[in-house]
């Protein structure tokens, strides 16, 4: 990933100054009209910035820096931007508030996590920020300390890096830096040579290229393993791929958690010899075979459900089941 010495940019909205190590926001009292069109109060301007910095989980860092602090004047690093939508997910210190993890939907922000007090900040103070994407969990730390964890109810597709400003003055970041790690899926099935070869053969050879480690539930086993360790995992995953044809208790406790944090999930069943459920049939599932000839089949299908997953609309989605 980029580090700040090569980072480029491009400003979206606002005034900035770009600079290898530091980027600084020149806000300014910004005139909000009536519906009569007339200067109603004065707000604060927005500004963002984008870099070529691309993000699909790992660590972002910077120090920010305001020149004063107001009621609601803020800076967040944006770590997912649809350039298409203006949607955008957040993190960082501002508005509304110490500290945030938000989402702008495209016509309104949506508050995912939120905390602090704004009397403890202060203008002309370095405040190192962090933020941890892995999976569908964020969380935002401020010099060293986790101030806030959300796990989304939604993968978060690839993107760039940028700032987000609220302010009517100066906002300086220095030293920006993108850290990726390579996306994981978290795998469940029945641990037999059967479907262990699935896994091999198929799953992760699909989930490679789409950059993403397909991490089989077994490798995360071992002595003194607990159900917080497969909380993790399953938090801490892009999606999860669930094999369902045995009638498997496991699989089903690490799916039914899954669905139960709004997890992505793809199902994969044998054609075969499969019988589902009441409780998964309704949910879509790949029917494969498992057989040379079924095997093309199967793996572009496996390709159109994780671009399905994948698909950044679902963030849209997500907000619009919840209005």
């Not at 190590?21 to 604060?44: M, Q």
């Not at 799953?203 to 917080?228: H, Q, R, W």
């Not at 369902?244 to 690490?254: D, F, M, R």
């Not at 992505?264 to 498992?290: Q, W």
Request: proline share 3%; aromatic share 8%.
């Amino acid at each position: 990933m980029p580090s700040a010495p090569s980072l480029k940019w491009a400003i979206i909205q606002g005034n900035f100054d770009t600079s290898k190590e530091l980027v600084t926001f020149h806000g300014k009292p910004y005139p909000i009209k009536n519906a009569k069109g007339e200067d109603e109060r004065v707000g604060l301007e927005v500004g963002i910035a984008m870099s070529n910095a691309q993000f699909a989980g790992g660590e972002i860092s910077a120090d920010i820096e305001f020149s004063k602090i107001e009621d609601n004047n803020g800076c967040e690093i944006i770590f997912y931007y649809d350039a298409a939508t203006g949607v955008q997910l957040n993190a960082g210190i501002g508005a509304y508030g110490a500290f945030c993890i938000r989402q702008w939907d495209g016509e309104k922000w949506v508050d995912h996590a939120s905390g602090g007090s704004r009397e403890s900040l202060r203008a002309n103070r370095r405040y190192s920020v962090k933020v941890s994407v892995r999976g569908s969990r964020v969380s935002l730390s401020v010099d060293e300390v986790e101030v806030l964890a959300v796990v989304l109810p939604f993968s978060i597709p690839s993107s760039q890096v940028g700032i987000f400003c609220l302010d009517d003055t100066d906002v300086k970041v220095r030293n920006l830096q993108v850290s990726g790690e390579r996306g994981e899926v978290f795998v469940v099935m029945q641990f037999t040579k059967e479907f262990t070869d699935i896994h091999e053969e198929v799953i992760k050879n699909v989930c490679n290229e789409f950059e993403l480690e397909a991490k089989l539930a077994s490798d995360t086993y071992g002595p003194g393993m607990i159900i917080s360790d497969i909380v993790q995992s399953i938090t801490d995953s892009e999606f999860v791929i669930a094999e369902i044809t045995p009638n498997n208790a496991n699989v089903y406790y690490e799916l039914g958690y899954a669905h139960g944090i709004n997890k992505p999930v793809i199902l994969l069943a044998n054609r075969a010899t499969v019988k589902l459920p009441f409780d998964v049939s309704p949910f879509r599932v790949l029917m494969y075979d498992n057989s040379i000839a079924g095997r093309r089949d199967f793996e572009e299908g496996l390709r159109k459900h994780i671009s399905s997953v994948l698909d950044k609309d679902l963030i849209n989605k997500s907000r619009r089941s919840r209005n």
